[in-house]
């Protein structure tokens, strides 16, 4: 999936919340990590992403990523991203590609595009309360 073994960490425009109609980013995250490779090692996966504000380093987020095997939760990895403001994105660019996020209010819909270019995996993601 990308975030094999690690805790996720997204940098975003601010701590917790974002003013005037931008998104909350902070909070558990529930959804879907699917396959576009299916000639690989890739799976498909129900996964929990756990967001929260990093105190030393303003607009940055701690993000604990965890898939669900066999009704448990299994933390996968940890991943930096930036908050790009005018695309409401989320952007990770690392060894095994690069992740695209899309905020829309109490949902995150993105992609894993590795190095060469080519699609690996699609997420979606709803914020739960």
């Known amino acids: 999936m990308g975030f094999t073994r690690s805790v996720l960490v997204i940098t975003a425009a601010s701590q917790l919340t974002f003013a005037q109609g931008k998104p909350a980013i902070a909070g558990v995250w529930r959804g879907q990590s699917s396959c576009e490779q299916k000639e690989s090692a890739c799976r498909e996966e129900t996964v929990v992403y756990r967001l929260s504000p990093l105190q030393d380093k303003p607009g940055s987020f701690s993000v604990s990523a965890d898939k669900i095997v066999d009704g448990k939760a299994v933390n996968m990895g940890t991943l930096e991203f930036r908050y790009v403001e005018d695309r409401h994105a989320l ?36 914020k739960e309360h």
């Open 91 to 126: 952007v990770c660019e690392y060894a095994q590609g690069v992740w695209r996020l899309s905020v829309d209010g109490e949902k995150i819909e993105g992609t894993l595009t590795r190095p060469d270019g080519s699609l690996f995996r699609r997420v979606a993601l709803r």
